[in-house]
């Protein structure tokens, strides 16, 4: 429910999600308000990776959890990644989860690097990554320019 509840928030005339029967095995199905549903599949892809990314997010154990996930902001506007980047900090944050975000995107670099990124370089193909924080010597070039021009300094 707490799944469902969310979607509703970020996806305007979502209803539920819901396995249905097909044959053997089950589909996963998404019914919409007016009645209308679909299977995940006929989604567009925006679609499927909203679905998908706050399904990761409000399906961590308890316990705390270490998710990865590469690229999230893949077939989205900023508008609709940035109401889950904003949930994803705060699980984080204030629960015993972490995460480990992958992303070439300016946005979610200047939202989440600025205070716990990290650089990963190497001089070549044959030589080992190097790990530093992410940090700005100057004033007023945000993190995603520095990793643009390759500005980075080694901590």
């Known amino acids: ?3 469902n ?15 249905r029967e097909a044959g053997e095995g089950k589909i996963l199905a998404v019914r ?3 009645g209308r549903e679909y299977k995940f599949n006929e989604l567009s892809d925006g679609q499927r990776m ?3 990314l706050y399904t990761l997010l409000h399906c961590l154990p308890e316990g705390g959890a270490i998710l990865c996930v590469d690229e999230s902001e893949n077939f989205l506007a900023f508008s609709e ?11 984080c944050t204030e629960g015993s989860h972490q995460v480990l975000l992958i ?4 946005r979610p670099i200047n939202f989440l690097a600025a205070d716990a990124g990290l650089w990963m370089d190497r001089a070549g ?8 924080p992410i940090r700005s ?3 007023g070039i945000s993190i995603a320019q520095l990793v643009e021009r390759g500005w980075i300094y080694d901590a």
């Open 137 to 139: 010597e100057g004033q």
């Open 125 to 132: 193909i044959d030589q080992p990554s190097r790990i530093s």
């Open 103 to 106: 992303s070439h995107h300016p």
């Open 5 to 19: 509840n969310a979607l509703r928030e970020v996806i305007g005339d979502f209803d539920y999600l819901r396995l």
């Open 32 to 34: 919409f308000t007016g």
């Open 50 to 52: 909203l679905k998908a």
């Open 81 to 91: 990644i940035q109401p889950w980047l904003d949930e994803l900090d705060d699980c």
């Open 1 to 3: 429910m707490e799944l």
